[in-house]
């Protein structure tokens, strides 16, 4: 897990701004995945990709979007017509294999102000 | 989908007590099962995982025990330590699947 990097760790929006945090790894994943976290609601999938070029909706992808560019790099940006952005954010990777591990980035705290 | 169940929500012990942790899955596809520890702002990592096709998993003082026909699974801790604190979640992914299914969590708080 040390080999997912988040950036940066904690992040101020003001109300009608775009967001964009950064999430890279250089354990030659293929799969890698956003999670937002709220106090007492566990971990909840916004958006993840298996392969480079292609990514897929998970449970509370409105308001957010992403982009699978390389192979290293799954950046996502939250966007004005998230309500309420305001939450821990954490990436994800794992290998190709289903039901393999998935290893955690730092997070990113979001605060919109 | 998968629905993951996790209880208790909070679990006080004292050093030294043992600590158990259950989930239940609803999907009997589901085959793999790992536990992540979270520490207050941290990441969560990787603590124990246990397959379909194993029972009973053990790491020092950490288990994890699976009960497939009855579809639930649980965090076994022994002797605990004020450094297991923490919040421990579970999660079930189901056969050829990319994506687990998490529970809750669980506040585990160990009292010296």
């Known amino acids: 897990d040390g080999g997912i990097t988040q950036s940066p760790k904690y992040l101020f929006r003001k109300e009608g701004q775009n967001v964009t945090l950064s999430c890279e790894q250089n354990?030659?994943?293929?799969?890698m995945y956003w999670y937002r976290q709220d106090p007492g609601q566990g971990l909840r999938l916004i958006y993840y990709?298996?392969?480079?070029?292609?990514?897929q909706k998970g449970d509370i992808a409105e308001g957010y979007s992403v982009s699978r560019e390389k192979k290293e790099s799954f950046p996502l940006t939250v966007t004005s017509a998230q309500k309420n952005p305001t939450a821990f954010y954490l990436c994800?990777?794992?290998?190709?294999?289903?039901?393999?591990?998935?290893?955690f980035g730092p997070g990113t705290r979001l605060t919109v102000l | 989908g998968e629905n993951v169940e996790q209880h208790p929500s909070t679990l006080s012990v004292q050093e030294g007590d043992s600590a158990v942790i259950k989930c239940t899955y609803s999907?009997?596809?589901?085959?793999?099962f790992p536990w992540y520890k979270q520490e207050l702002g941290k990441r969560p990592q990787l603590i124990i995982d246990?397959?379909?096709?194993?029972g009973e998993k053990k790491d020092q003082r950490i288990a994890v025990t699976l009960n497939k026909t009855a579809k639930h699974f649980s965090l076994h801790i022994t002797e605990t330590q004020p450094e297991d604190s923490a919040v421990y979640f579970c999660?079930?992914?189901?056969?050829?699947?990319?994506?687990?299914?998490f529970g809750r969590g669980t506040s585990l708080i160990v009292h010296p």
């Open positions: 246990i397959r379909s096709n194993v």
């Open positions: 994800a990777s794992q290998t190709q294999g289903a039901g393999d591990t998935q290893y």
């Open positions: 999907d009997s596809a589901s085959n793999y």
């Open positions: 990709s298996q392969i480079v070029n292609d990514f």
């Open positions: 999660a079930a992914t189901k056969g050829g699947s990319y994506i687990p299914t």
């Open positions: 354990l030659n994943h293929d799969a």
